[in-house]
């Protein structure tokens, strides 16, 4: 295995995890646990096959305790992962003719895990699979690796904060390039496209996001042919991943001067969520944070009734835990990051924040939030 995974993957956390369960091996067959542990991203159909749970051009990666991991893949996946992976062996299968879990199941004996303790992401390897893997190799004890990859990975290393400051500059780039050029008549999808073109043209492999008109009451309904007016405000929602870590931001912005109500509503949102970044210090539950926001826009007469006030992000899908919700006990730790956005209806700012002992570090600050952004 190549020296640069230990800039990415915590390696030290993955390995007292895996001795903490007894675990021989870890397969990871989730975008989000692949990607982590092979260090790079599948784009285009090869994403979707990643994602796909039954998809019969499956990818895993198998990573042993001790020795080295290997990516179990296709012909048509091994070229990006021999280019770009920092593992170094690949067992190769034929796709459509051989079942991928199959040739899993040959690996991890070639491996000497066929009565070893291994994990499995028992939320994501289907039914069908696991029966045939345990028909095929019925000593060996299987756990479900999901929540300890979730542990794994929540702690960021410094290779992976960068890789998210390089995606987060991208993306606040893209809103001070294309916002000053939206007007009245400009519709969602030409504004969307603009800046997704930017992110793209700037290094970006894959964006999506959403992007409304504060009339336009379905928040989540795509970017469409509907126009901008004078005043009206934009909300957007973006996520822009380069080399598989994503920027993810919330950026307000008004077509034309902001009036006198919306910089109020504005000044409102921006400081509750500001005392909500400061609750993010190590020992805190999640939980609580999320109380925290409950209260604070009570003070301000809102009721807060949003599901999620921020989580964090990570390696190929930018929600992860832990999630700022209701109730949620996880702690947070030191060099955790947190996707931040307690939001007042369309006013919705949101920046990543690594969380240190001496107070939250700001990632996306290439972009002030302290005023709204007038399209002029």
Aim: charged share 25%.
């Amino acid at each position: 295995m190549k020296s640069t995974a230990k800039e990415l993957v915590n390696l030290r956390r993955l390995d007292e995890a895996m001795d903490a369960r007894g675990l021989d091996a870890l397969v990871a067959r989730a975008g989000l646990n692949f990607t982590y542990l092979a260090g790079f991203a599948y784009p285009g159909t090869l994403a979707r096959h990643v994602d796909l749970a039954d998809s019969p051009r499956a990818v895993y990666v198998v990573w042993p305790r001790r020795g080295e991991p290997r990516i179990v893949l296709n012909a048509i996946a091994r070229d990006l992962a021999q280019r770009d992976s920092w593992i170094e062996t690949f067992d190769v299968y034929e796709g459509y003719v051989e079942a991928p879990i199959q040739r899993l199941a040959t690996t991890l004996a070639d491996m000497g895990l066929a009565e070893g303790k291994v994990g499995l992401e028992l939320n994501y390897v289907t039914a069908a699979d696991f029966a045939q893997l345990t028909a095929k190799l019925p000593k060996m004890r299987t756990v479900d690796s999901a929540p300890i990859m979730d542990h794994v990975r929540a702690q960021k290393t410094e290779g992976e904060i960068a890789r998210l400051k390089i995606g987060a500059d991208i993306l606040d780039d893209a809103f001070l390039a294309c916002f000053p050029t939206a007007k009245p008549g400009t519709r969602e999808r030409d504004l969307h496209g603009a800046l997704v073109a930017h992110c793209l043209q700037g290094g970006a492999e894959f964006v999506h996001g959403i992007l409304n008109s504060g009339r336009n009451t379905i928040a989540y309904g795509g970017e469409s042919d509907f126009a901008f007016a004078a005043g009206d405000a934009i909300r957007t929602d973006y996520v822009c991943y380069v080399k598989a870590y994503p920027g993810h931001q919330s950026r307000c912005a008004v077509i034309g001067r902001a009036g006198d109500k919306q910089k109020r509503e504005y000044a409102i949102a921006r400081d509750v969520y500001l005392d909500s970044c400061q609750q993010l210090r190590p020992g805190r539950r999640a939980g609580e944070v999320y109380d925290f926001v409950v209260k604070r826009f009570a003070k301000e007469g809102l009721d807060y009734h949003h599901m999620i006030a921020g989580h964090s992000v990570g390696a190929w899908w930018h929600q992860q835990e832990p999630v700022i919700s209701r109730d949620n006990p996880r702690l947070l730790e030191d060099g955790m990051v947190i996707a931040m956005e307690p939001h007042l209806g369309h006013w919705h700012i949101q920046d990543m924040w690594v969380i240190r002992p001496g107070g939250p570090e700001l990632i996306s600050a290439k972009m002030s939030t302290e005023q709204i952004f007038e399209c002029q």
